[in-house]
């Protein structure tokens, strides 16, 4: 899709995946991307962070930047309003997590899950201590068979990349469309509800503001935002974007560690 047809969108709202996409890989939101959103604040558009972190670890980047709009959590799983109310909140059943945890558990694999915005795992390892510094958030070891009901919004396993996508490969053959299965990072493989994408997601966001989809521009950088930026009327993909993204993209704009976010929107919007 041209430039010139792109811009003819009458975008109201804008959505942003953080880690790899807002956020550079210091976890820092540069000058330039503050700059933008002040400006675009003051034309009324919605800014929704779109993320598969915990409310928990994105709420400081949520008051740094003094966004007072929805936020989609962990994939697409969990919605909160601009006043920090429940839209939505999809739990994995827990016969899967069950099922997530003896497999993990049988292939040796690090893994972790979400409960009501707690990060926990059964012992700590190299890949949990990895996970808390890249989300800023500590987790509590327990014993996972001694929660009941589980009530998990999110599960992951950690670890080598190629070995992930071999499990990956097994699980989805398994569950089939019971679990949305999804790689967020080459080193997160993780879980969610069959129903849970961040495309639904930015739907619902779409009907809670009165915005038609259309008028949603979308930004992403892994295979968990793919469905994002399908759905938005204009889906931008970063340079260090997944081959996936980047092929359903309507536009392609520079790496996250070179203001790629800010350098669209200046164009777009004439910032």
Partial sequence: MGSTKLKN???KAIAFDMDGTLLTDAKEVSQRTRRCFEALKKKGISLVLATGR??????????DLNLNYPVICYNGAQILSQNGEV??????????SKYLIDFARKEGVHIQIYRDGKLYFEKRSPEAEFYENHVSLKGTIVNFDSLNPLNFTKLMYLGDHQYLAGLEMQLKDYFKEDMAIMFSNPMFLEFMDGLVSKGTALLEVAEHLGIEISNIMAFGDGDNDKSMIETAGIGVAMENATPNVKAVANAITLSNNDDGVAEFLEDFFGL
């Fill in 9 to 11: 969108k009458n975008i």
């Fill in 87 to 96: 839209i939505r909140n999809h739990l994995v059943s827990d016969a899967n």
């Fill in 54 to 63: 915990s409310f928990e670890a994105l709420g400081p980047y949520k008051k």
